[in-house]
């Protein structure tokens, strides 16, 4: 098994799910972004991790635009050391344009992560030595105002059959890494990864999360991170 066939298989499994009003647009970068994914897979996702991060799902200006979680595109591009050829999801909204590498837009969330990974172990690969990051769903959801719609607003009926595919790829994921922490960046992903993953021998937890939506976060997230890293144990005393 590898990121590459988990990818295939929860691109297989999310084809032809339907989602009605007030959805409008779905966007799956797995697809039209897979090229800088599977870049972000092979250059940073091999071998054994001992942290694995899980996001909700991509945010318009992050990985719907770059395929890379959190993907605020300077710092995939800058630091990372990733850029690669985006196409376009089958339908797009007009006021949501995928531009690729081309997005003029900072994602606030993706800034404040890379940021904080970047200050505290300096270079990507002393990062991803020690953390994968990956998202529950790969999906964006879109109402006709442009408006983001998170997975968890959604319908149960159209919930049930994204969430079985998503399980299953979370699982496959976290077998695949081996971690000792899997940690949630939010409270809902920490609640998926005990869902899915409980019974595995993984500490479970979760941060707070980057969003510009977070009052807490607004006045300074990389101080939480770093604190919530700490009380779970990632983290020794020197914030590293």
């Known amino acids: ?23 409008t647009h779905v966007y799956n970068p797995l697809v039209y972004a897979r090229a800088p994914w599977d870049a972000y897979c092979e250059r940073y996702g091999q071998g054994r991790r001992e942290v694995v991060l899980i996001g909700m799902n991509p945010g318009p200006y992050g990985m719907a635009q770059c395929g890379v979680p959190f993907g605020e ?3 995939v591009r800058d630091w990372l050391g990733i850029e690669a050829p985006v196409g376009k999801p089958p339908v797009e909204h007009p006021k949501r344009p995928v ?105 479970i937890g979760s941060v707070p999360h980057p969003s510009p939506a977070s009052p807490l976060a607004n006045k300074g997230w990389a101080p939480l991170m770093t604190r919530a890293l700490t009380e779970l144990g990632v983290l020794d005393g020197d914030g590293t």
């Open 73 to 75: 595109i300077a710092h």
């Open 99 to 203: 531009l690729g590498f081309d997005c003029g837009r900072s994602e606030v969330s993706g800034r404040r992560l890379w940021s904080w990974a970047k200050e505290t172990y300096g270079t990507p690969e002393a990062f991803f030595a020690k953390y994968f990051i990956a998202n529950y769903s790969p999906l964006v959801f879109m109402e006709e105002s442009g408006r983001n719609r998170i997975p968890e607003k959604l319908p149960k009926s159209e919930r049930a059959p994204m969430n079985a595919a998503c399980d299953r790829a979370l699982r496959r994921t976290v077998e695949l890494l081996q971690p000792k922490y899997v940690i949630g960046v939010g409270r809902f992903a920490e609640k998926k990864a005990k869902a899915v993953v409980g019974d595995l021998d993984v500490i």
């Open 1 to 23: 098994m590898s990121l590459k066939t988990i990818t295939d298989d929860l691109i297989a499994d999310l084809d032809g799910l339907a989602f009605g009003p007030p959805v």
